[in-house]
């Protein structure tokens, strides 16, 4: 009965810590999608037509970046949600 209890004990501790490895594999190899994007670098744009935030951001950022575009435009730029930019020098932020 002892050695079976021992037996237990290790094999879950082995267990744990084999589910843990997983866990935190998982997590490392995904981090991308918990952390989010990164700024590779900036760039300037023109926007000669009247234009929201929103249609530069369809136009300019990948679908799955498109709040931290519009975001971080906004913040560079001093722009609210709702201005509209017209014949203006943009800077824009460029993902990873």
Do not use: C, H, W
């Not at 950022?61 to 509209?84: G, H, M, Q, V, W």
């Not at 943009?90 to 990873?96: A, Q």
């Amino acid at each position: 009965m002892k050695v079976l209890k021992i037996f237990e004990k290790t094999l879950f501790i082995i267990l744990a810590v084999f589910v843990s490895i997983t866990i935190a594999t998982a997590f490392y190899l995904n981090k991308q999608k918990f952390v989010g994007p990164t700024i590779a670098k900036y760039t300037q744009i023109k926007v000669e037509e009247p234009a929201g935030i929103e249609q530069l951001a369809s136009t300019y950022a990948d679908p799955s970046f498109k709040e931290r575009f519009i975001e971080e435009t906004s913040k560079i730029n001093a722009l609210n949600s709702t201005d509209y930019i017209s014949n203006r020098t943009l800077i824009i932020p460029v993902f990873e």
